[in-house]
């Protein structure tokens, strides 16, 4: 990803910020313009929000075959999310054993590294899941 675009994405990638359409409620994570449900409808009325960070694990896939720059994390686990909000999001679900991981467990999101433009180059930082212990 472009070092420029990287940063305009920061406040949904770092803060989790999102939007929520003023006229059906639906959110959107990332934020959008306009609402896919509604369309012009709620051209005005999409309201900023933060994402709590919480969510359940509904789908997930261990990765035992990584790309190079992933080979030192294998085997990893990619996860799909749905926050208590609703909205969907897709990550590495980290601190955790990948025979541990089940469907329905609860998780939060956490700010890890997820790259880096060479050695010294501009570091890049996301949301990765943790799961939530008891």
């Known amino acids: ?20 359409c003023g006229n059906c409620g639906k959110v959107f994570f990332p934020p959008r313009a306009v609402c ?6 709620s051209i005005g009325k999409m309201e900023c929000m933060s994402l709590k960070g919480e969510g359940e694990l509904i789908s997930f896939s261990v990765v035992h075959d990584a790309p190079s720059q992933f080979e030192i994390h294998k085997p990893y686990v990619v996860a799909i999310v749905r926050m208590d909000e609703g909205v969907m999001l897709t990550s590495q679900l980290i601190d955790v054993d990948p025979k541990e ?30 799961p939530v212990r008891a």
Request: net charge positive; aromatic share 12%; with cysteine.
């Open 1 to 20: 990803m472009a070092t420029a675009r990287f940063w305009r994405d920061n406040p949904s990638r770092y803060n989790l910020k999102a939007v929520r």
């Open 36 to 41: 896919s449900v509604c369309h012009r409808k």
């Open 101 to 130: 991981v089940r469907i329905g467990m609860r998780v939060r999101t956490t700010l890890r590294k997820v790259g880096e433009d060479g050695p010294a180059g501009v570091i890049y930082y996301g949301y990765k899941f943790a």
